[in-house]
């Protein structure tokens, strides 16, 4: 087992609801759950697997087969420093997972960067994908990506340590509120200090600087075949939450819409965390496109 923190009800039920899944030489975490056609769920960076907790068991209700896990450097997952710390190195490691986890088909919901993942799968295996859903992301297009000023000094080399010691349960509960999440009262704070536990985990979260290091200077959208994305025939849909400070959907929604070759945005009451806030109407529009793809 390559997770042995659990010591609150939340934090282990989580562990316990997933395996390890070695893929080439490297150790994931994984939660493989129902049975039917595959949702495979990717997450932003601070999310991981825990963000889709709440998600999990709504998709194994609706006869489908939840595939979630942690990316390298995130999580419960290893976090060898030879990794490719980027989006081409993880769509390739995620490549192999699906390979390993004998996955063909299946359908995706991705958030911010884990929206970004998915174009990549969408660009290289089009045939395997039955349907895409995207929760609040930035797809620049600009050589520059513009991360939230609170995420910023991750990237800053004689900051970023300092930083990490300093992204307590108690500053993430403060940015959490403000611009994380919209339903407080729903968000217990044991909950809030998992997603702390699981980015520093036992390194004190070195990977997570590699990869905001490489996202703060990636265009987002280099090496995509946009056509390809575009008319690519199958179903796609654009949920954002209407309370976003983070990716506030009046400055990056017409982009997404424009790059995914869709007209329609579904805004829900929510904010960047739009799983914490309304996991249950996002799983809702998910079906929906579904059966309607089916």
């Known amino acids: 087992m390559i997770f042995n923190l659990a010591d609150n009800e ?29 949702v495979l769920c990717l997450p932003s960076l601070i999310g991981c697997s825990y963000y889709f907790r709440n998600l999990i068991p709504l998709i194994e209700k609706n ?24 989006l081409e190195g993880y769509t390739t490691w995620i490549l192999k997972l699906l390979d390993s986890l004998q996955i063909e088909k299946f359908h995706i919901l991705g958030h911010d960067i884990g929206a970004q993942l998915s174009l990549n799968l969408l660009n290289k295996i089009p045939e395997r994908i039955l349907s895409l859903s995207i ?55 044991i909950e809030l200090s998992n997603y702390i536990r699981l980015l520093k985990f036992d390194n004190k979260g070195l990977e997570f600087f590699a990869m ?39 400055k990056y929604a017409s982009k997404a819409l424009e790059t995914l070759g869709i007209e329609k945005l579904s805004l829900i009451p929510g904010k960047y965390y ?6 249950a109407q996002v799983a809702d529009l998910l079906f929906r496109q579904i059966n309607e793809n089916s």
């Open 10 to 38: 939340y934090f282990d039920y989580h562990c316990q609801s997933g395996f390890t899944e070695t893929v080439g030489d490297l150790n994931a975490f994984v939660i493989d759950a129902g049975e039917g056609e595959a």
């Open 63 to 86: 006869n489908y087969r939840a595939v979630v896990f942690d990316l390298p450097g995130t999580g419960l997952s290893e976090r060898p420093e030879y990794f490719e710390y980027s």
């Open 135 to 189: 929760l609040n992301t930035s797809l620049s297009s600009e050589s520059e990506t513009s991360l939230p000023w609170f995420i910023q000094p991750f990237t800053w080399p004689y900051v970023r340590h300092v930083y990490m010691r300093m992204f307590t349960p108690f500053l993430f509960s403060i940015l959490m509120n403000r611009y994380g999440i919209e339903n407080k009262l729903h968000f217990k704070k």
């Open 212 to 250: 905001f290091q490489q996202l703060n200077k990636k265009n987002m959208l280099f090496g995509l075949d946009i056509n390809k994305i575009k008319s690519t025939n199958i179903s796609k849909q654009l949920i954002w939450g209407e309370s976003d400070k983070i990716l506030p959907h009046s």
């Open 274 to 279: 739009l799983l914490e806030d309304n996991f």
